[in-house]
């Protein structure tokens, strides 16, 4: 996928720069995320689509298969190395209206486990 050419493997990511990117952008950036994330996690554990599919599934269910995506991302990101799951957390929050903070507690996440 050209989209995510040389950004395969797992790489640290400032919290703060990805808020900035998501206001400025106007929540294209989180798209972009989205895809990078998927593909150097899904080549990390082997688990999981590429990330061509899951934008697929996502559209096609109008968003209810990226909450799910959220929380298996969640039992991946453990499963890469790092301390905590919080797939539990990652399920729970768009119920409450707080959704928009998963992406970047998941990009936490992957900062204590990338190179």
């Known amino acids: 996928m050209l989209i995510v050419k040389g950004e395969r493997n797992m790489k640290k990511r400032s919290i703060g720069m990805m808020i900035l990117f998501t206001i400025i952008t106007c929540g294209i950036y989180l798209i972009y995320w989205y895809v990078v994330f998927q593909v150097a996690l899904k080549e990390k554990t082997g688990d999981g689509y590429g990330a ?5 599934a996502s559209l096609f269910t109008f968003g209810i298969y990226y909450i799910y ?27 409450v209206g707080l959704g928009w903070i998963n992406p970047y507690i998941m ?9």
């Open 52 to 56: 061509g599919m899951h934008m697929v």
């Open 107 to 115: 990009q936490s996440q992957m900062n204590e486990i990338a190179k």
């Open 69 to 95: 995506w959220q929380y298996a991302a969640g039992k991946r990101l453990q499963k890469a190395g790092c301390k905590s799951d919080n797939s539990i957390l990652y399920l729970i929050f768009p119920f």
